[in-house]
């Protein structure tokens, strides 16, 4: 047999015969390699374990440690979950299995009532048997037409056969059981015995909406048992953090389907969460030289076409609205053309530069249904947006002031988990991007200088750009410990090109414009998902939807000494009411601490001759008594401070500090 060349990651290259196995490799290497090995990469391809490997190559061999060993695994648990499946449901029809970052999941159809989440058990004793056998797992291939007939009754499965190019379909032959091959497998079932099925769900075949809706069997495995069980309690620390289970068990918004999918309803306590941060960002913003604007959600679709969103964004937007004049109008997915047309309606001078437009405005995208969630994706949604218009030699200044009063907003947030990434375009991808290499680099040069200069710490991303420029994303975590783009801010010179504008220089003559695009806290309806999951829905006092409850212990003797604090403090802007429904006081009490408020207060009779309240802070279980003057000077103190510690300013964070650093 011939020899074949295999060279390994440190560059040292191997002669071994043909049809040696990724096993046969790990083994010459050393013994304890083998046993942690499941898979290899040959030529950046993970195969399985036992693959007899042809031709010369590149090897990495993957063991249980790696990513792609979990990955390994979890194509294993799929294929156990189809068996068991067939096993239990023998007229059950399966669409596709996938191993993914978060686990594996199985599609499945039947005639009769779907897989329930009380069958999962069921199902787990079936794969764990499967497991316990330990099982050989061999590849097999089916010639097409026996594949076909195999699947006759099943026109998922016939679907995905027909797809396999070639006359051949590969198959797993585990045990007695023949299933469609889905990528790298273990040598043998042994290793499935750290598992968990997880929950059942809806799922259109191949995600079209168009496309009979099937049902989606979720499972979680790994190697280790420690490792199921810390990934189970994230899982059940992640359900308590949903944004969703709270702001029902909160009353924040719900989605209706009788009117459409990814358009909330805002429920007054949400309303009031996202009006209290709207007024925030809004008096931030004017304080910092931002003038508010409103304009019109709708708009001519030439003016996206100039833009460059109808050619580079266009499946992302709505449909156009033919208006039947040859008007087309289109809802706007950004804000930004909007703003040029503000810029644009005067001559402009060098004396008004940076200009600096802002709007809490309302946006459309078109995402498609399996893509929304809660609030975090939605189909309507009202972005912190602003743009400063400013000459070349204003960027760098400009770029500084933003970013400080970025970070200004995330101390008041008490955001303080968040790293710097600099998005560039990829220059291969000139569909995506526009063709403009001076452009590009002139930008990204501008950009990488401007964080260099600050001294701040950044990671750079290949491919991350808006279409029309390159960017400073701010990457936070979330609850979950996840990373998601909470603000951006993007150096355009492409859209004052494209919309011609001027501003009129010192020299009389006129110049370009640069157009920084920035949004300190994406849209309302992410920012408010995010912090619900931050905050486990229990707000701080300053954007608590209700901040204080009042409980008298008897609505005859003490609710009139219950009303007259309420008004005092309604006068005060404090948000406040009073619980009459006569219930134990036990059970107010708790209600109030289920529903997350910040402040109950018991009144009685001591409380009414003293003039005083019993104070019960959320969280905590002893009451304290104090006078309700120095109650009001407390919660006074609470908002004012943004619930943090100190003065309302709080200390500046490293961040500011490098930002108040003279270059």
């Known amino acids: 047999m011939a020899d074949i060349s295999i060279k390994f ?24 390699l083998a046993k942690k090995a499941v898979a290899a990469k040959y030529n950046g391809d993970l195969v399985d374990y036992l693959t007899p490997l042809k031709g010369d190559g590149d090897i990495e061999i993957v063991t249980k440690s790696d990513a792609a060993g979990l990955g390994v695994l979890r194509n294993t648990a799929a294929a156990l979950l189809r068996i068991a499946l067939k096993k239990d449901f023998p007229g059950i029809r399966l669409g596709a299995a996938s191993a993914e970052e978060d686990g594996f999941y199985v599609d499945t159809d039947k005639d009769d009532q779907q897989v329930s989440a009380d069958e999962l058990d069921a199902l787990a004793v079936v794969i764990e048997k499967l497991a316990k056998d330990k099982l050989d797992i061999k590849r097999i291939s089916l010639s097409k037409d026996d594949a076909l007939a195999q699947a006759k009754d099943d026109p998922f499965s016939t679907e995905l056969i027909k797809a396999v190019a070639g006359d051949q379909v590969p198959f797993l032959q585990i045990g007695d059981y023949q299933v469609l091959s889905d990528g790298a497998q273990l040598a043998n079932t042994g290793d499935v015995k750290h598992f968990k099925l997880l929950s059942v769900a809806g799922a259109y075949w191949q995600g079209k909406s168009s496309n009979p809706m099937l049902q989606r069997i979720y499972g979680t495995v790994f190697f280790k048992d420690g490792d199921l069980k810390d990934d189970l309690a994230k899982r059940q620390e992640a ?31 949400g309303a009031t969460i996202r009006r209290t941060i709207e007024r925030y960002i809004i008096d931030k913003e004017v304080a910092n030289g931002y003038q508010h604007v409103y304009t019109p959600v709708l708009a001519n679709l030439d003016l996206y076409k100039q833009s460059g969103h109808w050619a580079h964004y266009r499946e992302d937007m709505f449909p156009p609205m033919d ?3 040859g008007e087309m109008l289109e809802l706007r997915p950004m804000n930004c053309p909007s703003h040029i047309q503000i810029y644009n309606h005067h001559i402009r001078s060098y004396r008004e530069l940076p200009l600096r437009i802002a709007e809490l405005g309302m946006m459309h995208r078109y995402e498609k249904s399996g893509a929304l969630s809660g609030l975090q994706r939605v189909r309507e949604m009202t972005l912190n947006d602003g743009h400063t218009f400013v000459a070349p030699d204003q960027i760098q200044d400009e770029f500084k002031r933003i970013l400080k009063l970025m970070v200004q907003v995330y101390a008041d947030f008490d955001i303080n988990d968040y790293t710097f990434r600099l998005s560039y375009r990829d220059p291969k991808n ?3 991007y526009f063709d403009d290499d001076e452009m590009w680099n002139k930008a990204q040069h501008m950009l990488k200088g401007a964080m260099d200069d600050l001294g701040l710490d950044y990671v750079e991303a290949e491919g991350e750009a808006a279409f029309y420029g390159p960017k400073l994303d701010v990457q936070t975590k979330t609850a979950m410990g996840n990373e998601e783009t909470l603000s951006t801010i993007q150096l355009d010179f492409m859209l004052p090109e494209r919309f011609d504008l001027h501003y009129v220089g010192a020299d009389g003559e006129e110049h370009r414009p640069v157009m920084i695009h920035r949004g300190l806290v994406s849209t309302m309806e992410r920012f408010t998902a995010y912090l619900t999951e931050i905050y ?14 009042i409980i008298p212990v008897s609505e005859e003797k003490h609710g009139a000494y219950a009303d007259k604090l309420a008004a005092a403090m309604k006068a005060a802007d404090i948000r406040v009411n009073v619980d009459k429904r006569g219930e134990k006081m036990g059970y107010l009490i708790r209600d109030a601490q289920t529903h997350k408020i910040p402040y109950t207060l018991v009144v009685g009779e001591q409380e009414m001759a003293n003039n005083s309240v019993s104070v019960r802070k959320y969280g905590e279980d002893e009451a304290v008594s104090m006078s309700s003057d120095a109650f009001m000077k407390e919660i006074l103190a609470d908002i004012a401070s943004y619930s943090r510690e100190g003065d309302a300013k709080g200390e500046e964070s490293k961040v500011e500090k490098k930002l108040d650093q003279d270059k």
């Open 239 to 269: 359900r308590e953090r949903d944004h969703r289970v709270i702001g029902n068990q909160l009353d924040l918004f719900f989605v209706d389907p009788k009117v459409g999918a990814g358009l909330p309803y805002w429920m007054p306590n």
């Open 430 to 432: 000139t569909e995506k």
């Open 323 to 325: 208006m039947g004049d």
């Open 536 to 549: 486990k829905g229990a707000f701080p006092t300053w954007l608590a939807p209700k901040q204080v409850t």
């Open 9 to 32: 990651p440190d560059g040292k290259v191997q002669a071994f015969a043909e049809g040696t196995t990724p096993q046969d490799v790990a083994k010459s290497i050393s013994i304890s």
